[in-house]
């Protein structure tokens, strides 16, 4: 009896070793560069997102040719929810901060919105 108790505690440790490696190895599916695009009231806006993974940290930027393309950095970043990500840029010709967000639309497809109420489709570059 003793036996199959100190059989039954290794395995259920390997079980959790083993799951909580899995959890670890796990990459955030919005990990790479996307092409978004945008429907704006002054246009069609494309945007490049980029969002990298650092010691466990999402980090991005975005460029855009009607933002001059220079690099724009992602802020406030939250993947809490596994299938969604959200953040913020500052968008220096508007002098404001503008929220956006995605969700996973299939593995290399986002569908979302900025502001709320300006739709955004993206794909996996």
Not at 113 to 122: D, H, K, T
Request: aromatic share 8%; proline share 2%; charged share 25%.
């Amino acid at each position: 009896m003793k036996k199959f108790a100190l059989m039954m505690v290794c395995l259920m440790g390997m079980l959790f070793v083993s799951n909580n490696a899995n959890a670890q190895d796990k990459k955030n599916p919005f990990i790479g560069s996307w092409t978004a695009t945008s429907s704006t009231p002054i246009g069609e806006t494309v945007m490049t997102i980029v969002f990298e993974e650092n010691d466990g940290k999402i980090t991005g930027y975005m460029t855009a040719e009607a933002m001059g393309d220079e690099k724009i950095e992602c802020e406030d970043i939250n993947t809490e929810k596994e299938d969604e990500i959200s953040f913020t840029f500052f968008a220096a010709m508007a002098g404001m901060n503008i929220d956006m967000y995605l969700t996973l639309d299939g593995e290399d497809a986002c569908k979302g919105a900025m502001m709320g109420q300006f739709p955004v489709e993206a794909k996996r570059k």
